[in-house]
Nanobody
């Protein structure tokens, strides 16, 4: 059974930065792509970023491109999301997910394990 635990969320002013972490259990972390998704109140869950199993391929949604960076440390079974130049519209619950694929898919249906999420609130 795979467990994903996010940390690093919180309250930050617009223009600030946060770094989210997602620690995964299990010995197969390096075999699969990882992704970050977010869900704001009253809105559907949306893709934020994904990274291939080796970290060589990354993808970002248009709203975060150039501001967010996804990375992973396979030795630590951890994936990160560095968020810079935060905006109030980035406020959401951020969840990490593990894909059943080795690439870096952007659709949520390609992910089969999900964390509980961490709240990110950006004040104006």
């Amino acid at each position: 059974q795979v467990q994903l635990v996010e940390s690093g969320g919180g309250l930050v002013q617009a223009g600030g930065s946060l770094r989210l972490s997602c620690a995964a259990s299990g010995r197969t972390f390096s075999n699969y792509a990882m992704g970050w998704f977010r869900q704001a109140p009253g809105k559907a869950r949306e893709f934020v970023a994904s990274i291939s199993r080796t970290g060589t391929s990354t993808y970002y949604s248009d709203p975060v491109q150039g501001r967010f960076t996804i990375s992973r440390d396979n030795a630590k079974n951890t994936v990160y999301l560095q968020m810079n130049s935060l905006k109030p519209e980035d406020t959401a619950v951020y969840s990490c997910a593990r894909s059943g694929l080795s690439g870096a898919p952007t659709n949520s249906y390609n992910y089969n394990y999900w964390g509980q999420g961490t709240q990110v609130t950006v004040s104006s």
